[in-house]
């Protein structure tokens, strides 16, 4: 059975975005080898220096992720900072990596290009990444077309460990293109994005939903004329909800005139209301619980130390870092 790996940020609330590009793809890889599924707190750090922010991040993911139908008796659920043989390993991998790796890094860039701060660890992000995918020998890595560069990054530095040593102490891992949706649209037009503030959170109900639907930018065709519905953002986000049918009988809307941006507003607003309703109860009932949430997550976190030990005690005894105490005390 192959390992599947993918982590998410603990850097805020999961929007649309993060669901139909990623999070929907973790649920249905969980039935199609052993998953393995992290909450990356430390990666938020890049961002993140408030403490708080961070604890409470990754609870409301692992609240969202089982709210979504992720079952931790069919994956290994767990938060990255639970398992201390990523950052022993990460250092491992640093020494192996040339700066100027890091420096043709376009996340990196885009980052920077975004306005976040350049620091070490946003620099280094990559390696921290690497050592994540190949800490649990990792076969299959599902990513988005942006994150390819990483993996190929990851499976670069794991052969130049594997070389240097003489053996296959790191499995290379392939990546697995998701095929997703095209970008999804935030309120502004632009890919939906926490950096940019233009995001409608996968869990946002009530009045705060509504505001952000009716505030998705459109442009001035009046209400009787038609419309180009391929050009239109709010009909961008309906595609996501809507089967075939109902796309079709929307979009002759848009071109038949008298359907105003409006209209089409509130069709995503009952789309969005419906089609996450069971999973807004579910997570209302596991809001009231975390104690149990934090023990599914401490369960796994066990499941992943042991994958993770079994991989770092080789490569400490072939690197001469030899620790002089028991990893379980």
């Known amino acids: ?27 249905q890889m969980q039935e199609k080898g052993d998953a393995f599924y992290f909450i990356a707190n430390y990666h938020s750090m890049t961002s993140i220096n408030d ?21 931790p008796e069919k994956c290994t659920f767990f938060a990255q900072s639970d398992v201390p043989q990523v950052t022993e390993l990460a250092w491992m991998l640093s020494t192996f990596c040339p700066v100027s790796l890091m420096e043709k890094a376009v996340a990196y860039k ?22 994540d995918i190949l800490i649990y020998n990792s076969d299959v890595v599902p990513v988005g077309q942006d994150q390819k560069q990483n993996i190929e990054i990851c499976r670069d530095l794991a052969g ?9 102490y790191l499995k290379l891992p392939e990546e697995y293109i998701v095929k997703s949706v095209a970008v999804v649209p935030g ?11 233009n995001t409608i959170d996968i869990f946002d109900e009530g009045k705060a939903l509504k505001k952000k ?69 579910k997570r209302k009932e596991l809001a009231q619980d975390v104690d149990t949430v934090r ?35």
């Open 160 to 168: 130049k460990f594997n070389h240097n040593y003489g053996d296959e």
């Open 110 to 131: 885009d980052k920077v290009a975004q306005g976040l701060t350049p620091n070490i660890g946003l620099f280094t992000y990559p390696i921290l990444q690497a050592a």
């Open 51 to 71: 403490g708080e922010e961070i604890y409470q991040n990754t609870i409301d993911i692992a609240l969202d992720y089982l709210a979504l139908g992720l079952d």
């Open 1 to 27: 059975m192959k390992t599947i790996l993918s982590g998410i940020q603990s850097s805020g609330k999961l929007h649309l975005g993060n669901y139909f590009g990623a999070l929907r793809q973790h649920i």
């Open 213 to 281: 639907v009716m505030s998705i930018e459109t442009d001035s065709t009046p209400l009787d004329e038609p419309k180009d519905p391929e050009k239109c953002n709010v009909f961008a986000l309906i595609k996501l909800f809507a089967g075939k049918e109902k796309q079709h009988e929307i979009a002759e809307k848009y071109r038949a005139g008298g359907y105003g941006y409006g209209h089409a507003k509130n069709e995503l607003l009952d789309m969005i209301e419906v089609y996450f309703a069971e999973a807004r109860a």
């Open 295 to 329: 023990d599914i997550l401490a369960e796994g976190s066990k499941k992943a130390r042991e994958r993770a030990e079994s991989v770092m005690a080789p490569i400490r005894e072939v690197t001469g870092i030899f620790k002089s105490y028991d990893f379980a005390d």
């Open 187 to 197: 309120v502004d037009g632009r890919k939906m994005s926490k950096s940019y503030g």
